[in-house]
C-alpha cells in the first residue's frame, strides 16, 4: 500500500536533476521540496528540464533582482564565485526566474540545517575532481579545502538537523568509483562513522555500470545508501533489476543523417582534422554496430581520451565527430524530450557537456529508488 504523503527530496550537488528524472520514471509521489547548486548553467538547466510548468513573475525593477540575488553566491564557472555585476541585465533575470523555479538554496557551503526543508531523502553527488582518475588526487579529507572535500559541509548540515531532531530517513551518496581507492579508505571510513554515530545503517559502498542497467556506456559509480535506524540490505534487490548486456544502438546513437535535426547535430560536434585529432581517433576510433560501447562520457569530450570518436563527413569535410549532446543525454538514461529542453538554453557544445558529464546515468538510479521504495510511495 502506498503513503498517503509525497517523498519529500533534497538534491545537494543537484546537477541537471537525474535524481528528479528517476523519480518521475518510477512513477513516484514526490516532491523536490529544494535542492543545493551554485553553478549557474546547472540552475537554468534544471530548471529548463524540470520546472517547465512553474510560474514565475519576474521583478520589473532590476534593483529587485539583485537585492534576491545578492543573497546567494552563485559560479559562471563552477570553480569560483561570479561577481553578479559581470552578468547582464538578462542574464541576471534568467538566473532570477531559474533560481526561484527550483527552488535552489544556493551554494552548500551556505545552506544550514534550520533553512532546510523537512526532508525525506536527502541525495548527495558531491564533486569528483579530487578523486577522479582524471584529477590530481588531491582527496576529500575534512578541512583539506578540496571540491570533493565538500562532502563535510553535508556533514555540518546533518549535524544541525540532529539537534533539530529532523534528520531524513534516507541518504544517497553518489561519486566516482576510486572514493573506495586504498588512499582515501580513512575518509570513506571517517565519513561512514560519523552516520553511524548519528544513527544511520549504512550499505557497504556498491560500485554498478550503467552496461548493466540498459545504457551501452561503460560507466561505474559508487552509490552509499544510508538509512536511519536500520539497515535495509538493498544489493541483491538492486542486482536482480539488472539486464543483459544487450543494446539497440540506433536507440543512442543518432546517425541517420538524412534526418536534418540530426544532421545539424552531428556537423556541431564535429571536429578539425588535426594530427592531435589523429591521434584520438587511433585510440578511441568506433564503428557503429550493436556491438558499440561508449566509454565513460565525461565533462570534456574534446580530450585524447574520450567517450568515442566515428568517422564523419560534415561541413569540415571528412573527418571525426564526437558523440553529439542528444547522444550524450541519451546515453546517460535522460530522453530526447529532456535534452530538447536543455537545448532550448542555447548553451554551447562545450557549456552542455559539462554539464551531462558531470551528471548521474538516470537508469543507475531508477534501479536504486525502485530497490529502495518500491511501491511504498507509487502515485
Known sequence: MSKKRK????????????????????????????ISDWFIDAIECYAAIHCEDIEVEVPRDIEEIDEY??????????????????????????LYRANVKTNNYGSITELSGEEMPDTDLLVYSFPCQDLSTGGLGKGMKK??????GLLWEIERILNELASLNRLPEYLL????????????????????EFLQSIGYKNSECLIFNALDFGIPQDRERAFIISHLGSSLNLKQKIVE???????????????DYTNPTFKLEANIAQLNKTPSRDVMWKINGKEINDNLIIRTITCNM????????????GPKGKTYRRLTLREAFLLMGFTSEEY????????????????????????????????????????
Open 69 to 94: 540575488l545578492s543573497k546567494y553566491t552563485f559560479s559562471a564557472t563552477s570553480t569560483k564565485p561570479t561577481n553578479l555585476d559581470r552578468l547582464t541585465e538578462d542574464q541576471r533575470r534568467d
Open 7 to 34: 517523498l519529500r527530496v533534497f538534491e545537494a550537488f543537484a546537477g541537471i536533476g537525474a535524481q528528479a528524472s528517476a523519480l518521475e520514471r518510477l512513477g513516484i509521489n514526490y516532491e523536490i521540496v529544494g
Open 143 to 148: 578541512g583539506s579545502g578540496t571540491r570533493s
Open 340 to 379: 530538447e529542453k536543455a537545448a532550448s538554453l542555447g548553451f554551447s557544445y562545450r557549456k552542455l557537456n559539462k554539464l551531462i558529464g558531470n551528471s548521474i546515468v538516470v537508469n543507475v538510479l531508477t534501479a536504486i529508488f525502485g530497490a529502495m521504495f518500491g511501491d511504498e510511495y507509487k502515485k
Open 302 to 313: 574534446d580530450r585524447t581520451h574520450t567517450a568515442a570518436l566515428f568517422e564523419y563527413s
Open 241 to 255: 533489476k539488472m539486464v543483459p548486456r544487450k543494446y539497440n544502438i540506433h536507440d543512442y546513437i543518432m546517425d
Open 173 to 192: 551518496l553518489e561519486n566516482v568509483k576510486t572514493i573506495k581507492a586504498d588512499k582515501f579508505k580513512d575518509d570513506l571510513d571517517q565519513w561512514l
